[in-house]
């Protein structure tokens, strides 16, 4: 963002200007080609077509470049990290989204770090000669995150990313400190570049006292496909018959129920609780330890693949990209 006098609000600012705000990326010794949308939009304008654009231009320059630097918002990046990671599958390069809390022209402003070090992230190469971080990341302030593990938690620090069920893939002090055995590993077969999400979906955030009939009206949309529904703690929600029976009815109407926690650490258990033992039997699919942002993002594309109901449900509760750890 750049401060706009004329509007005296905050505005995108055009990537054409980013050497000029940034004149250290020369030192870097780099050979990088800057591709900017024809309007820059607001982060919170972010969808499902743009991750789909953004995925075309990676293909395009995939062969002719060693990584990709993602300059983002930071309210949504997190989603796009995620989506992304998912659309670009056997990813073999870096692709690095970061951006900054305070805007690029401000003096304080912790954008040049971060797009300078996600850019050293993005070339870095191991003594192999292959890439380090094989995968879709966040770097933000003095740390590297898998994109799909990560969230937006603090909107006033620069330390506005965290990763709470993953440990961070590298941190920047004096030296770049790379955690090579958290990164994935180097594929063994080519890049697959997905171009299809499906975007009838629904969140249904639960709290006590939720009325039935909005549960009801949430869950049995006839355009809805699948439903993150964000339980208490380890996966549970009320017990009411009536709570139940609108859950199984919609399962067995073919509709999509991951149990995602509302708690940003630790991991859905179905049949931890009596509580949620009863989700289990019905048919409900544990969303482990994913963030909300890798589960929405995960379930668009999963149901955009247009597999069977239970191909569907296995590749749910498989890790794709990372994005959960299966309990042990």
């Not at 670009?88 to 912790?110: A, C, M």
């Not at 859905?268 to 699919?285: A, M, N, P, R």
Request: aromatic fraction near 10%; include cysteine.
């Amino acid at each position: 963002m750049v401060y706009d006098k004329r509007l005296q609000t905050l505005r995108p600012f055009e990537f054409t200007e980013l050497q000029d705000r940034i004149p250290e990326m020369y030192k870097l010794g780099y050979h990088y080609f800057v591709h900017s949308f024809k309007t820059p939009i607001d982060s919170s304008d972010m969808n499902p077509d743009i991750w789909i654009k953004i995925v075309e231009i990676i293909a395009q320059n995939y062969n002719h470049y060693d990584g990709f630097v993602i300059l983002h918002g930071t309210d949504t990046m997190a989603y796009t990290a995620s989506a992304l990671s998912y659309l670009l599958e056997n990813l073999s390069k870096p692709v690095i989204l970061t951006g900054s809390q305070l805007p690029i022209g401000e003096i304080r402003t912790d954008a040049r770090e971060n797009i300078i070090t996600a850019l050293e992230i993005a070339a870095k190469k191991g003594a192999d000669g292959l890439p380090l971080v094989p995968e879709v990341g966040i770097f933000f302030d003095f740390k590297l995150f898998r994109g799909n593990r990560a969230k937006k938690y603090n909107v006033e620090k620069f330390k506005a990313f965290h990763s709470m069920n993953y440990p961070a893939l590298a941190e920047a002090g004096v030296t770049i400190k790379y955690q090579e055995e958290a990164c994935l590993p180097q594929p063994h077969k080519p890049l697959v570049v997905h171009k299809a999400l499906d975007k009838n979906i629904a969140a249904l955030r639960l709290f006590p006292g939720i009325s039935q009939n909005i549960i009801e009206g949430i869950i049995h949309s006839k355009e809805i496909k699948g439903i993150i529904l964000e339980s208490f703690g380890a996966g549970n929600t009320p017990t009411a018959p009536w709570f139940l029976q609108t859950i199984k009815k919609a399962i067995n109407n073919g509709k999509i129920v991951l149990n995602n926690s509302q708690c940003g650490g630790g991991s859905v258990s179905l049949g931890q609780y009596e509580t949620s033992k009863y989700l289990k039997e019905i048919g409900v699919i544990s969303g482990f330890d994913m963030t909300f942002e890798a589960a929405v993002t995960k379930l668009m594309f999963v149901l955009g693949l247009n597999k069977s109901y239970e191909e569907t449900k296995s590749l749910l509760q498989k890790p794709l990209r990372g994005e959960f750890t299966l309990p042990s």
